[in-house]
């Protein structure tokens, strides 16, 4: 596969290329956690879906360029190219616009060439002002101080109090590998508001596949286990990404705790920027990560069209899933466990 330069290949990432596939992304000011090549496997692995993981490789056979790439299929859902899928980031890395706009011509091509509905590029800045694109969702991303007491103090007043308050309860927290005590508590959480939960088997090979910077993080109250939160950790970045409570979590403050021990953690660790993630405007996700002092920073998912005429509408904000987000609601929990995974593995 060669690209409009010349001196420029566009290859595919095989198993050899991944150590320098991901200096590159550790290097470039750009990379995040979600250009990783590890995830390749894991969309392979937990999902079965395919993945065309591409990179701009020079004459001399240094990496210019990334592009992760997955391509989920679904019936109720549509068929898609995304870069990347179940990540909050993705699109082209590279820092050159010319590479990095000749791989994402390489994605429009393999696009077509699948016959896919759509590439979603999820960028958290403007790429192409001529894509269609929206602004659903928005990041938040804060530097944190080196002292834990500095961090502590520099959330706001109200929301500090529901720290302290976890604290006063009792709450530790343990780091651990426990990933039967994080799913069970996710996926309760999860179906309380409404979502197909991911399959232990996702969370198992996350594990695997990014070993020390993929950690868990489960709060006891008085030895039982009460909240959880899967952690992803790049460069001195740290990225509170699957959490949640149990029904006591709430009148323990246990998730407040949760990411305040994430936090303290982190930053004892040497990490310098807390990411706590994505969220869709007007959600509690969005005003409870306000009520800690971070502000929105707005994200850019564009697209290429190709067998659809106009940008998907997948998200729980669509008034045309409210039924079933109602109905999931009042699953039994075993049955949304049973469930969750075949649908969310469509969800990308």
């Known amino acids: 596969m060669m690209s409009a330069a010349s001196s420029i290949q ?3 990432l095989e198993p050899a290329d991944a150590p320098r596939w991901d200096a590159f992304v550790e290097r470039v000011p750009g990379g995040t956690f ?8 894991v969309l392979e692995e937990a999902f079965g879906h395919s993945a065309h993981f591409l990179y701009a490789e020079s004459e001399t056979g240094d990496i210019l360029g990334v592009l992760p790439l997955g391509h989920v299929r679904s019936r109720l859902f549509g068929n898609a190219l995304v870069s990347t899928p179940f990540c909050v980031y993705g699109g082209s ?5 010319e590479i990095a706009n000749q791989l994402d011509a390489e994605a429009c091509r393999l696009a077509e060439a699948l016959k896919v509905d759509h590439l979603e590029l999820r960028y958290r800045s403007a790429r192409h002002t001529d894509w269609p694109s929206k602004d659903l969702y928005v990041t938040f991303r804060k530097p944190i101080d080196p002292d834990p007491e500095h961090n502590l103090l520099a959330i706001p007043r109200k929301q500090r109090a529901m720290v302290r308050k976890g604290i006063q309860a009792g709450l530790e927290s343990r780091v651990d590998t426990d990933i039967e005590t994080l799913h069970r508590i996710y996926s309760e959480s ?3 508001l409404g979502t197909p939960v991911f399959s232990r088997t996702y969370f198992r090979v996350l594990k695997d ?3 020390e910077d993929c950690q868990t993080l489960t709060v006891h109250h008085h030895g039982t286990p009460v909240a959880a939160v899967l ?5 001195d970045e740290v990225l509170p990404y699957y959490g949640g409570g149990t029904l006591e979590a709430r009148a323990l403050k246990a998730n407040d ?5 994430v936090m303290r953690r982190a930053c ?4 310098r920027l807390f990411d706590f993630g994505r969220s869709k405007r007007g959600t509690g996700s969005f005003d409870f990560k306000r009520n800690w002092g971070f502000e929105p920073e707005s994200m850019r998912y564009e697209y290429h069209l190709v067998r659809s005429s106009q940008v998907p509408d997948i998200n729980p904000l669509n008034p045309k899933y409210r039924l079933f987000i109602e109905g999931w609601k009042r699953l039994p929990l075993p049955l949304s466990r049973l469930m969750g995974p075949w649908l969310s593995r469509s969800l990308g």
């Open 190 to 192: 999860v179906r309380n």
């Open 268 to 271: 004892e660790r040497g990490v």
């Open 257 to 261: 705790f949760m990411y305040w021990e």
């Open 231 to 235: 952690n992803f950790f790049f460069r």
């Open 34 to 41: 979600f250009h990783r090549a590890g995830w390749k496997r």
């Open 209 to 211: 596949v990014f070993g």
């Open 10 to 12: 566009i290859r595919r």
């Open 93 to 97: 890395l590279s820092e050159s616009p």
